[in-house]
């Protein structure tokens, strides 16, 4: 009967399979390919391959591999395509030698498969086994395709971006290592796919799998990736402004399996980023800017302001955060009628249970933006983010007794400039017509009828925290759709800074009050200074300014309010986060009910980092980099710390430079050795005691 068939080795062939699956960047041994797409497999043989041989390729995954629950896949050459979608093929038979196709289905489990080779009675178990098989927006049956190849290399390749913060006036990109294809980030994916917990079954859909890694980066329920913490004391962990990438966090929850402390929500958005691109879901961080933190899911916002004109934080219920970041990944909604596909919000920052644990959506854009809130996931809690509106109360004391009226509605002023990075161009791309309409626009009002019928309207009466136990101004219930009185007088507030806003320097802030129709007005003015994180939490009122002034017809007057350097420095060595600075402003005209409130919030404004280095290098020789900051500012800087890394390049290092006075110039230096070939990019930031939000970046192209 001759020698029994016996497997001598398999060579996986991975340099052509990865090049062909988009896979090459990953930093793994095993061979990685995407699903619904070939790939070959050499197998060398004891002898040649007969027409009676038996041959069956086994692709198992999880605990107990089983053919009824699809999660053990046999594929034998030559015999009729197997059930399970899989296909394989033998391409060629020569000699000793066998290479084969494999198609694994468009539906197939993604996650770490095993293969063993059956010949007859042997089983040939490969010494390097694992196959790790991922979504694939290149391939049209997938459910992620996406068909624009740009759009593939920014969502899915890139492993490098920005996050956008700051505040709606004043939009900043920070620089941000996804690095999905950094060594252990494929691991850390595959291990919080086991502990997902989700059906193998169910690590087919996008949705699922989005889903369950929303509640898996934060830490909440499940010890997940990230430990959130917004309390401005971060001394037993990192504090979420030093991070300036993924990898180190990823890395190091898949060594200690414990929460990486600590997060914020660009540290968890920028996580997430990573682990959809890593597991080839198309996906990209977004920033909302004023986003409205609505606990009662009402579409409204409270602001109690204090006759001064200053926030105050103890008794609202909600806030509206400077900024907030989420995701946005891309998908087919197969579980939802026709019109739902493409981008769905997702979000890791842990701040509403949903169905028990943290976790948000997916939820179709296409649903927020037309007021679709019945549709899952959490489309009613993504819908008040970006469309709440809101009101502004006084605090005012009479006769002992604290008493709130309303001064003013804002419609427009929450869910603004929402940004995400543009395809392949390091610029800011502003896509908030794909979560609302214009304001203000038919089409608007008809999403925000149609939300306001499935989302409980309150009437306009305060809930403060303590509001049940004070007595209340006479107020009416309204209707949802405010309309604001015409003006009597023209009246406009605008706030301005008049000159550059330097920590160390005196912060010179003007309010303008204008009035634009015939007549002599009286307007009692109080307008405040405070600083604020980026939640809305008030850090420290710093001063203040109550004028009255008369202005006759269309006139207009400036009135300064003046900081003093010593008034806020103090506070900015004793917060641990970035903090913001909040300018609030009130008028009233005497005669008359109008009233009238103006906000802004505005950044502190950083002498730069130069990054000195080649504008191009070679493959696996070394150049050097240098960091170069002068402290042009008038106060010492404490404990600054230099943080560099660039993927690909070098790894993620600190450089203490300890305590830094005005004038003096720092300069660090490392030693790269590029290890990819392609535009690279190196990123540094610089933290102290005082500030937190220095970045540079600089890109460098590697070639052979």
């Known amino acids: 009967p001759g020698i029994d068939l016996e497997v001598t080795g398999i060579d996986f062939l991975k340099s052509q399979n990865s090049h062909l699956h988009h896979t090459d960047a990953y930093h793994m041994e095993s061979l990685v390919v995407r699903r619904g797409q070939a790939f070959q497999l050499q197998l060398s043989f004891n002898r040649e391959l007969k027409a009676a041989d038996k041959l069956v390729l086994c692709f198992g995954i999880g605990k107990r591999p089983m053919k009824i629950r699809w999660t053990l896949i046999s594929l034998n050459p030559r015999r009729e395509q197997d059930l399970s979608e899989w296909q394989i093929s033998i391409i060629k038979n020569s000699g000793k030698e066998c290479l084969l196709s494999v198609i694994s289905s468009p539906r197939a489990t993604v996650g770490r498969y095993t293969l063993n080779v059956k010949t007859g009675t042997n089983i040939y178990k490969p010494k390097n086994n694992a196959v790790y098989l991922l979504f694939n927006p290149w391939c049209e049956a997938d459910v992620v395709f996406l ?354 806003l330097y920590p160390g320097n005196p912060l010179e802030l003007a309010i303008t009050v204008k009035t634009s129709t015939p007549g002599s007005w009286t307007i009692n003015l109080a307008s405040s200074c405070q600083l604020q994180s980026y939640t809305g939490k008030v850090e420290a009122s710093l001063g203040y300014v109550k004028e009255t002034i008369k202005l006759e017809g269309k006139s207009e007057m400036q009135v300064p309010l003046k900081i003093a350097a010593d008034e806020y420095m103090k506070t900015l060595a004793l917060v641990e986060d970035e903090v913001f600075i909040l300018i609030t402003a009130i008028a009233e005209v005497q005669g008359t009910d109008e009233k009238l409130t103006k906000e802004t919030t505005m950044s502190f404004e950083y002498p730069p980092i130069t990054v000195q280095m080649p504008e191009t290098a070679k493959l696996n020789k070394d150049f050097s980099c240098a960091f170069i900051f002068k402290n042009k500012l008038n106060v010492p800087l404490d404990n600054c710390k230099l943080l560099v890394e660039g993927l690909g390049i070098f790894k993620k290092s600190v450089f203490d430079e300890g305590h830094v006075k005005p004038g003096r110039i720092i300069k660090s230096e490392i030693i790269c050795t590029p290890t990819r070939l392609g535009e690279k990019k190196i990123i540094a930031k610089l933290i102290s005691t005082q500030i937190k939000g220095i970045s540079a970046e600089k890109a460098v192209t590697i070639t052979e």
């Not at 968890?268 to 899911?297: Q, W």
């Not at 989420?326 to 997702?346: C, E, H, T, Y």
């Open 147 to 500: 068909a624009d190849e740009a759009q593939r290399k920014e969502y899915v390749l890139n492993d490098t971006g920005y996050i956008y913060v700051g505040s709606a006036y004043n939009i900043y990109g920070r620089p941000w290592n996804f690095g999905q294809f950094e060594e252990f980030v494929l691991d850390a994916c595959m291990y919080l796919l086991d502990k997902s917990k989700l059906k193998l079954s169910n690590r087919t859909d996008p949705v699922f799998v989005s889903r369950a890694m929303s509640a898996l980066v934060n830490a909440n329920d499940d010890r997940g990736v990230l430990l959130g913490n917004w309390s401005g004391n971060y001394s037993n962990g990192t504090s979420p402004t030093d991070w300036i990438g993924s990898v180190s966090i990823l890395q190091k929850y898949y060594k200690t399996k414990k929460p990486v402390c600590y997060g914020q929500c660009w540290v968890f958005s920028g996580v997430l980023t990573t682990v959809m691109r890593c597991l080839g879901i198309p996906s990209r961080s977004v920033t909302n800017f004023s986003s409205a933190h609505d606990t009662e899911e009402n579409l409204r916002v409270d602001i109690y302001l204090n006759e001064l004109g200053e926030k105050l934080n103890s008794i609202s219920l909600d806030s509206i955060w400077n900024f907030h970041v989420w995701n946005d990944v891309w998908m087919k909604r197969m579980d939802l009628p026709a019109g739902f596909d493409g981008w769905q919000a997702i979000d890791s920052t842990p701040q509403e249970l949903s169905q028990g644990i943290f976790q948000c959506g997916p939820c179709p854009l296409k649903a927020i933006r037309d007021g679709d809130v019945y549709l899952p996931f959490d489309s009613k809690f993504l819908y008040a983010e970006v469309n709440a509106d809101k009101v502004y109360w006084v605090v005012k004391n009479v006769n002992g007794k604290d008493k709130y009226i309303r001064i003013s509605t804002e419609t427009q002023g929450i869910g603004m400039n929402i940004s995400t990075k543009a395809v392949g161009q390091n610029k800011r791309e502003d896509i908030t017509a794909q979560y609302k309409y214009p304001e203000g626009s038919r089409e608007e009002r008809k999403a925000m009828q149609k939300a306001s019928s499935f989302i409980r309207p309150s009437g306009m009466v305060p809930r403060a925290r303590f509001a049940s136990t004070l007595p209340m101004g006479h107020m009416a219930s309204e209707p949802r759709v405010l309309h604001e009185a015409v003006s009597k007088t023209g009246l406009q507030l605008e706030i301005t800074n008049t000159e550059a």
